[in-house]
């Protein structure tokens, strides 16, 4: 990952497998189990070969090799795996996960969605922005409200703040688990008074 910018880059996969672990223990996920190393595995490999940084279609299966090299065996790889793919938002916009989910499933996956938002999701957003030559605002440009999954991945001629609307801003209602949703409380209402001081000042009125 040390050629990815900062917003997906190491320390991310160490915050989202330490999220990941803490959610699985509210939820009664024994640290002990084959489930708690599932979820440790997938959630510090789910960004690994991730699309928005490929240079090389072989880098898709640089998780599935990794996980054979290391013995996993194939009912667990195949576990961490399916987590991996079915949990990025593009992947909900086009119904891959749909209603059908493990508990494992269930806390990478808001894992991973509480640290897009709140404080650390907000440095991310526009750090990715900006690796993306983004424009930060730019009024005459609305968020999108019929995404796709083809139309959320091609992201150009879109401002980062419009970022918060077209995802950011839905996750705290997407999450799985009773505690990524008590915790996805405070992020989303750091990220919405956020969002009012930055319009304020770029309207002039703070």
């Given at each position: 990952?040390?050629?990815?910018?900062?917003?997906?880059?190491?320390?991310?996969?160490?915050?989202?497998?330490?999220?990941?672990?803490?959610?699985?223990?509210?939820e009664g996920i024994s640290s002990s189990s084959?489930?708690?190393?599932?979820?440790?595995?997938?959630?510090?490999?789910?960004?690994?070969?991730?699309?928005?940084?490929?240079?090389?279609?072989?880098?898709?299966?640089?998780?599935?090799?990794?996980?054979?090299?290391?013995?996993?065996?194939?009912?667990?790889?195949?576990?961490?795996?399916?987590?991996?793919?079915?949990?990025?938002?593009?992947?909900?916009?086009?119904?891959?996960?749909?209603?059908?989910?493990?508990?494992?499933?269930?806390?990478?996956?808001?894992?991973?969605?509480?640290?897009?938002?709140?404080?650390?999701?907000?440095?991310?957003?526009?750090?990715?922005?900006?690796?993306?030559?983004?424009?930060?605002?730019?009024p005459s440009i609305k968020p999108r409200s019929?995404?796709?999954?083809?139309?959320?991945?091609?992201?150009?001629?879109?401002?980062?703040?419009?970022?918060?609307h077209e995802k950011l801003l839905k996750l705290?209602?997407?999450?799985?688990?009773?505690?990524?949703?008590?915790?996805?409380?405070?992020?989303?209402?750091?990220?919405?008074?956020?969002?009012?001081?930055?319009?304020?000042?770029?309207?002039?009125?703070?």
């Amino acid at each position: 990952m040390k050629g990815n910018d900062a917003s997906h880059d190491a320390a991310h996969a160490f915050r989202v497998r330490d999220l990941a672990l803490s959610l699985a223990r509210e939820e009664g996920i024994s640290s002990s189990s084959d489930s708690a190393l599932i979820v440790e595995l997938a959630a510090l490999l789910h960004d690994i070969g991730d699309y928005k940084y490929m240079r090389d279609p072989l880098e898709g299966k640089i998780v599935e090799d990794f996980l054979d090299k290391e013995g996993i065996e194939e009912s667990k790889k195949m576990r961490i795996l399916s987590i991996i793919k079915g949990m990025g938002f593009k992947e909900e916009i086009g119904g891959v996960t749909g209603g059908n989910y493990s508990p494992e499933f269930g806390v990478v996956q808001d894992a991973d969605r509480l640290d897009a938002i709140g404080a650390i999701g907000i440095a991310r957003c526009f750090t990715f922005g900006g690796s993306r030559n983004s424009v930060l605002h730019d009024p005459s440009i609305k968020p999108r409200s019929d995404l796709s999954k083809e139309k959320y991945i091609n992201k150009d001629e879109q401002s980062t703040l419009n970022h918060f609307h077209e995802k950011l801003l839905k996750l705290k209602d997407l999450m799985r688990t009773k505690a990524g949703r008590r915790r996805a409380e405070k992020r989303h209402k750091f990220m919405v008074e956020f969002l009012e001081e930055f319009y304020e000042e770029w309207d002039g009125r703070a």
